[in-house]
């Protein structure tokens, strides 16, 4: 099969397509013949070193996958011609960019019907990011006002409908160039903070979904008991401290793999409450070309590689 590799860290030319041999599936794993896999930032910060979460090369990095269960081993919640989708074994290697992946079934949910593959691999890991963080984390509903930092973005993008989709008051941060994009997602208010601190424009909210290490800021605005959900600094104790002492709740999201809260999202973008968008598609190898895309801070929503 071909998978995309890396021999060292490095730029997005550290990543090559080579053919290496076909997993086999242990028992309760199901083989996916992998048709799409999601680009995040992670993966990113992993081929560069800057988080060495797989130790030194060689490995594959990707984690999200879309596919067609190959082969189901004995014990496995799926058989084969299954659609299924999900982020194996997240933060260990997963190996994503690859024609096939054996992964445990308990990792991937049935994909969302009214989504092609493409669409799918876009949003395990964003999507489960921002459930954990608002829905798991902060306990959203009705009537709740909620921040969104970075709104235009993988995790953000979900966020905002994730959250509209509970019933809450969604405030969104962007660039002026992507506003229109936050509000066709179902934000309620749409802030630049670009003109002036975010913090002198947002009034009180019940919850802060900070994915741009804004964490500190973001108290100005949080009320008493409000929660404060944090994803570049979920390791940040001296944050926690802050905001506890402020008489706020601290959430830190290191996403895992969930099936039931996938199970929960399909639901949901079966039922066209949730859409994710797709910003460029690229071949298995371009996956250097869809590395320095995201890496440019440019994107709106998501970047797949279409692997079949």
């Known amino acids: 099969m071909r998978a995309v590799v890396q021999d060292a860290f490095g730029g997005p030319e550290v990543l090559r397509t080579v053919e290496t041999e076909r997993p086999e599936p242990l028992g309760g794993e199901v083989l996916v013949r992998v048709h799409a896999a999601g680009v995040n930032p992670v993966d990113l910060a992993v081929r560069s070193g800057a988080l060495p979460l797989l130790g030194e090369p ?19 919640r799926f058989k084969a011609g299954d659609e299924v989708f999900g982020m194996p074994f997240f933060p260990r290697a997963a190996n994503g960019y690859a024609e096939y992946v054996a992964v445990p079934s308990r990792q991937v949910a049935r994909k969302p019907a009214s989504l092609g593959h493409v669409e799918a691999a876009a949003v395990p890991l964003a999507a489960l990011t921002a459930w954990q963080g608002l829905v798991d984390g902060a306990g959203i509903g009705e009537g ?126 079966d039922a066209g409450r949730i859409r994710p968008h797709i910003a460029e598609t690229f071949a298995l190898d371009e996956a250097a070309k869809a590395h320095e895309l995201v890496g440019s801070g440019r994107v709106q929503g998501k970047v797949v590689l279409a692997v079949r």
């Open 58 to 76: 060689r490995f594959g990095v990707g984690w999200d996958i879309s596919g067609v269960v190959e082969e189901a081993a004995p014990g496995a």
């Open 144 to 269: 709740d006002r909620v921040l969104v930092h970075r709104a235009a973005g993988g995790v953000g993008h979900f966020a905002v409908q994730i959250a509209k989709a509970r019933g809450a008051h969604v405030i969104g941060l962007a660039s002026p160039g992507k506003h229109d994009f936050v509000r066709g997602l179902g934000a309620d208010e749409v802030i630049d903070y670009t003109a002036a601190p975010f913090e002198t424009v947002v009034g009180e909210v019940d919850a802060v979904l900070d994915s741009n290490a804004q964490g500190s800021r973001s108290l100005a605005v949080l009320r008493p008991g409000g929660t404060l959900v944090s994803i570049m600094e979920h390791w940040n104790r001296e944050l926690a401290a802050e905001t506890e002492a402020g008489g706020r709740r601290f959430v830190g999201v290191s996403v895992e793999p969930d099936y039931a809260s996938l199970e929960a999202i399909a639901e949901l973008i």
